[in-house]
């Protein structure tokens, strides 16, 4: 009798790893992945992307790890069904696209006391916008009725801005107990107690209750991504992404390859 194979768990994050906005692509041919509000094309995936992710959920049961909200994930044109963890780790989906409630409601006591602070770090940032004469848009991101973190775009998409923003937010205001996150046109200011890697780790603890030992393989793009990789077997990243890049810089400075 041939022995039945094993089918891997992949931990996926999704922009910049699975996929990206035509802004970072080269002129290729686009496979849409995403769209926005109105039903637009947003994001896409190149060819190999694709080819890629066809390979992936024919061989593996995989699992979006986002910092997409739960709305913006009903919007990523793949077909991933064995549930998803969204909004940075403040949500997890279950296998039919409902929110589970126990992680709801451990998140929504957890989330609750920072709520206050966050529109501090908005009302910050909105002072910062106003002085400079740059174009921000500042908010607290909320998802299913919680607070989770503030966020900072720059209409232009003067990614660099959000850098001085982030400097002169550090300056003003004591953010013990967050972390900034900045990539791209996007400035998140977490709660500690906010990130992927305790989704991650909560699902882990059911994934093994359910299905025992099998490869557990991580991927993404992000510094930020680091902390629930680390909870894998294996782990990779893009190219040409966040976290490879830095990865080669500090290999570059301390070991010189």
Known sequence: MTKSIIRPLFLVDLDDTLFQTPRKMQQEAKHIATTDKHGQAMSYMNATQLQFVEWLLACADVVPVTARSVEA???????????????????????????????????????????????????????FSDKQQQALRTWV????????YALAKHNDRHDE????????????????????????????????????????EEWLRREHLQHGTRPIIGL?????DLGFLQLCDWWGTPQQGQLAQAIITKLQTEVGV
Not at 141 to 148: D, N, R, T
Not at 168 to 187: A, K, M, P, V
């Open 220 to 224: 993404g793009d992000s510094v930020s």
């Open 73 to 127: 994930y009903q919007r990523v044109h793949l077909p991933f069904k064995h549930g998803a963890i969204c909004a940075h780790g403040a949500v997890i989906l279950t296998p039919d696209n409902q929110v589970d409630s126990a992680w709801h409601q451990y998140m929504a006591t957890t989330l609750a006391p920072y709520k206050e602070r966050l529109l501090d770090v908005t009302n910050c940032l909105l002072k």
């Open 161 to 200: 801005i959000l850098a001085e923003a982030q400097y002169e937010l550090l300056q003003s205001i004591d953010l013990t107990g967050f972390y900034c996150h900045r990539n791209g046109n996007n400035l998140a200011i977490i709660p500690n107690v906010l990130n992927k890697r305790y989704a991650v």
């Open 141 to 148: 991101v909320e998802e299913g009725g919680m607070a989770i």
